[in-house]
Nanobody, 117 residues
Framework: QVQLVESGGGLVQAGGSLRLSCAAS????????MGWYRQAPGKQRELVAS???????NYADSVKGRFTISRDNAANELYLQMNSLKPEDTAVYYC???????????WGQGTQVTVSS
């Protein structure tokens, strides 16, 4: 089993920055992919950014150039550096891990990010 715990959310003014962290524990391999998703009130959950085992990254168009995803495989940590935040970035941010061999995926409990205008 895999457990994911997010941290780093909070309230920030527009233009500010936050860094989210996701601590992973359990049966984890460095070849598993990980990503950040977000869900705003009344909207569907959407992909923010993902990172594969070899470091290949993928970003939603809305965050390109502002957010950076990274991972520390030795520490089993996933990060999301968020700069130039906008009110429309307000959402609950979730960490996700999906297993390379089985395809099983796991989610954290989420962390709230609120950007005030």
């Amino acid at each position: 089993q895999v457990q994911l715990v997010e941290s780093g959310g909070g309230l920030v003014q527009a233009g500010g920055s936050l860094r989210l962290s996701c601590a992973a524990s359990g049966s984890i391999s460095s070849i598993d992919s990980m990503g950040w998703y977000r869900q705003a009130p009344g909207k569907q959950r959407e992909l923010v950014a993902s990172i594969a085992s070899r470091g290949t990254t993928n970003y939603a168009d809305s965050v390109k150039g502002r957010f950076t995803i990274s991972r520390d495989n030795a520490a089993n940590e996933l990060y999301l550096q968020m700069n130039s935040l906008k009110p429309e970035d307000t959402a609950v941010y979730y960490c996700r891990l999906w297993k390379f061999f089985t395809g099983a995926d796991y989610w954290g409990q989420g962390t709230q990010v609120t950007v005030s205008s």
